[in-house]
């Protein structure tokens, strides 16, 4: 038992392991070969009132924080789910926390009862084609329309839009050559209908997490009204700065729970594979590289729940949630990648699952910001060392 815990905290782990662990590995097997979205996992969690977790009672949640939200999203990946299943979850932590800290007390009442109940799947729209990393560049644009506003613009991998009604959405509300010196003023995020008659969607084809969509969402003409703005006019950004070290905080956590469950798998193929007469497991060219993916992961999930801890204490932890994000990320897939080189050939085979942890592990060196721009913050902000970029 990790040090950490409290003993309702770990409750938590338990709880939803024993419930993730109900979805068996053929399960997702199937899941992502055929492309679909866990709706029964889904509704089996909304049911047992987690998707509510990080919301405040007083909208229909728990009230409990981001360490309680990263214990869930680990024991999710570490049963077997994976990003299949943990992303679905994910999606009711993360996008409503700008919401709660900011939004007004109408479109909090609207909102995050919805979501607590499952009864309401947000999209996250910042993203965009021409405008990565530079959220500054995001050229999707918000212009006054009466007493509302009108969206154009266009947004890439956008995950889970097509199980999604409302995206949490990120425009430019004052023109960059208007902006502040940094041009992140006069952005403005928006809870906006995915409005079929204003929004098309295109699903992406990607090498990992099948089952759950990301796309491109093509914007032409959306209405948003006043009262769907989350915050102040123009700064959105900011308000989403808020939710951007908790998210580093629960992909670490999803980051070593693949890599923990890829781990397990491994440690009893190698203790169960005879060859030239001996386990596999008893030569150390397969034990070393298992043995160091789990100190790899032990380390990373100590700083996972520190960065936690710290966040739900109202303390700084941008370099705790960046490097856990950074070791995390690393570790998981290096364990995945441990695996599946123990399975041998069989770890090429979609029957032995490892394979698919490797493709959905592989995702977090990307996203939700990339190992360099992780290591370039903490170039700057902790060592001190000029700005690169």
Not at 329 to 345: C, K, M
Not at 346 to 368: C, M, N, Q, S, T
Not at 377 to 386: D, K, N, S, T
């Amino acid at each position: 038992m990790d040090f950490a815990l409290t003993p309702a905290q770990a409750e938590i782990r338990r709880q939803v392991a024993a419930l993730a662990r109900g979805f068996g590995w053929q399960y997702w097997r199937e899941k992502d070969r055929k492309a679909e979205y866990p709706i029964e996992f889904l509704r089996a969690f909304a049911d047992a009132g987690w998707l509510g977790l990080a919301i405040p009672e007083a909208y229909g949640g728990a009230g409990l924080g981001v360490t309680e939200a990263v214990l869930m999203l680990e024991a999710i990946c570490a049963s077997g789910a994976g990003l299949s299943g943990a992303s679905p979850i994910h999606f009711a932590v993360f996008p409503p926390m700008p919401i709660i800290r900011h939004g007004s007390e109408g479109l909090r009442r609207r909102i995050l009862p919805e979501i607590a109940a499952g009864r309401l799947s947000l999209a996250f729209g910042v993203t965009e084609p021409n405008a990565g990393t530079d959220t500054s560049r995001i050229q999707t644009i918000a212009r006054r329309d009466g007493t509302g506003w009108i969206v154009n613009g266009r947004k890439v991998w956008t995950s889970n839009a097509r199980h999604s009604s409302k995206m949490l959405l990120l425009a430019r509300t004052t023109a960059y050559d208007a902006a502040g010196p940094t041009k992140l003023d006069g952005l403005t995020l928006f809870v906006a209908d995915l409005d079929p008659s204003a929004v098309e969607i295109r699903e992406i084809e990607k090498l990992g997490r099948a089952a759950v969509d990301s796309n491109e969402v093509i914007i032409d003409g959306l209405k948003v009204a006043d009262e769907d703005v989350v915050g102040e006019v123009g700064r959105g950004f900011y308000h989403l700065l808020d939710s951007l070290n908790p998210e580093r905080v629960l992909v670490a956590g999803e980051a070593v729970g693949i890599g923990r469950v890829a781990l397990e798998r491994a440690a009893s193929y190698a203790r169960e594979r005879v060859v030239f007469g001996r386990p596999i497991g008893q030569n150390q060219a397969v034990a070393h590289p298992l043995a160091l993916s789990w100190a790899r992961l032990e380390g990373a999930w100590q700083l996972t729940l520190r960065a936690a801890w710290l966040f739900d204490r109202g303390e700084a932890c941008g370099a705790e949630a960046n490097a856990a994000k950074v070791l995390a990320a690393e570790a998981g897939f290096e364990a995945a990648d441990a695996a599946l080189q123990t399975f041998g050939g069989f770890g090429y085979a979609k029957e032995f699952d490892v394979e698919r942890l490797w493709r959905e592990v592989r995702l977090y060196k990307i996203a939700p910001v990339s190992q360099q721009m992780a290591l370039n913050y903490l170039a700057e902000r902790v060592l001190g060392l000029p700005k690169s970029y």
